[in-house]
């Protein structure tokens, strides 16, 4: 298939000019250049999208510097020329790819095998978890700092590094560490390479108390999507485990980048900003969102504390512990309403993303991640909703009492299934 998908590009890449991929309606010829060169300059061109997620925000700031295209965000998915949803898209809602020129035909045909009517395209899945930069954590805890003893530490041991890490934040002092039963020490000033840190985690508010931070929580109990929608754990077997996710986001939100007065989280684009320009240390969101090189690329599993109580016929502590959430990447498309030039230019941005050793690359990378299955996509919108507010009211507390976390706990078993 990677050589068919070559070929295509190979054919994109001849039908255009100067070395930019431009799609041809209906996969035709370029027209004979004229014999007198024409002094006109070229369009500027604009691919709009809608990627709520940011799973694809690597690719689109790669494909505009190589290919000289201004990529813009819509204001919705209607009116978008490519779109990013969660969900595989419809006929209502999508174009068919199959009818959008030869090109894209072929390509889409090798990706779905053949399938008739193809509206989306499958996104390589990302790891989930807490992003850091290998660069900054050796800038931290010295030159010869394994990201694996981050990795591999207990709860108890990364809930005591994120507790002395704040101390430090106030005032750096050297303070002694054990990571994965490694002696490790916060430095006595802060390093110029941290100049600008100030907070201990980045978390968008759209991801902050739903979503995949819910996948261990459910892990305890069950093991596949299906067995999580139909439910039938009792309040009292998933208790335990809601205990531990109060715990880790009361520790998130003791040292949050960018939280409002009302202890709100920002939006997901100003948490990566955040987290990007080095303000936060560590980053809950996938790997498709970090905006650092694959090489310096560090994910360390959400670090739950739990125990064997928690367990009720789902994954072992170890699994639960030791390994990310494997988030799905969603589906790609072009929304039924894209006019002729937008469809040009998501068709464009399709073939390269898919074609392109540059495209292949990006998503490559996620698709052999290995972790836990997002469990919390089996969820409903309306579950997803009133957990979502549950945390909102767990945000706006000023302290976080016993009374709190069972409120919370409550709602959220309410939610559950």
Not at 82 to 92: E, G, I, K, Y
Not at 187 to 211: C, M, N, S, Y
Not at 236 to 251: F, I, K, P, R
Not at 304 to 320: I, K, P, Q, R, V
Request: aromatic share 6%.
């Amino acid at each position: 298939m990677k050589r068919l998908l070559t070929i295509l590009l190979a054919a994109a890449l001849l039908a255009g000019c100067g070395g930019r991929l431009r799609l041809l309606p209906d996969g035709g010829q370029a027209p004979a250049s004229s014999a007198v060169p024409q002094a006109t300059e070229a369009p500027d061109r604009v691919l709009t999208v809608w990627d709520e997620s940011g799973a694809l925000s690597e690719a689109l700031a790669l494909y505009s510097e190589s290919q000289g295209v201004r990529v813009e965000p819509a204001a919705d998915a209607a009116s978008a020329a490519l779109a990013v949803s969660a969900a595989q898209p419809a006929a209502d809602s999508a174009l068919d790819l199959s009818q959008q020129g030869e090109l894209v035909q072929g390509m889409a045909g090798a990706l779905t095998g053949g399938q008739e009517g193809c509206f989306g395209l499958p996104l390589a899945n990302a790891a989930y978890g807490y992003l850091a930069s290998a660069a900054r954590l050796r800038a931290l805890l010295g030159a010869e700092f394994d990201p694996a003893d981050l990795q591999k530490a207990s709860a108890a041991e990364w809930r005591d590094f994120v507790d002395a890490l704040n101390g430090w934040l106030e005032q750096p002092a050297e303070t002694g560490l054990t990571l994965n039963g490694k002696e490790y020490a916060l430095p006595g000033e802060k390093p110029a390479e941290l100049a600008g840190l100030e907070a201990v985690f980045a978390v968008a508010a759209d991801d902050r108390f739903a979503g995949p931070v819910l996948a261990p929580v459910l892990g305890t109990c069950y093991k596949t999507a299906e067995e999580a929608a139909a439910g039938g754990r009792t309040d009292a077997q998933l208790t335990g485990a809601l205990n531990s996710l109060w715990t880790l986001l009361t520790d998130e939100a003791g040292s949050l980048a960018g939280a409002g007065e009302d202890g709100t989280a920002p939006g997901r684009a100003e948490a990566q900003a955040a987290f990007a320009e080095g303000k936060a240390l560590f980053f809950r969101a996938s790997t498709a969102q970090s905006g650092l090189s694959a090489e310096d690329t560090v994910v360390v599993p959400l670090k739950f504390t739990f125990d064997d109580t928690d367990l009720h016929g789902g994954f072992s502590l170890e699994e639960l512990t030791g390994m990310p959430v494997v988030k799905s990447g969603g589906w790609v498309y072009l929304p039924a309403a894209a006019d002729e030039n937008g469809r040009a230019e998501a068709c464009a941005f399709l073939l390269w993303l898919y074609a392109s050793e540059a495209g292949r690359q990006l998503m490559d990378g996620g698709s052999g991640a290995e972790g836990l299955p997002d469990l919390s996509a089996a969820l409903s919108a309306e579950a997803m909703e009133a957990i979502d507010a549950a945390g909102n009211e767990l945000a706006a507390l000023t302290q976080f009492t016993t009374a709190g976390r069972r409120a919370f706990t409550s709602a959220v078993l309410a939610a559950l299934p």
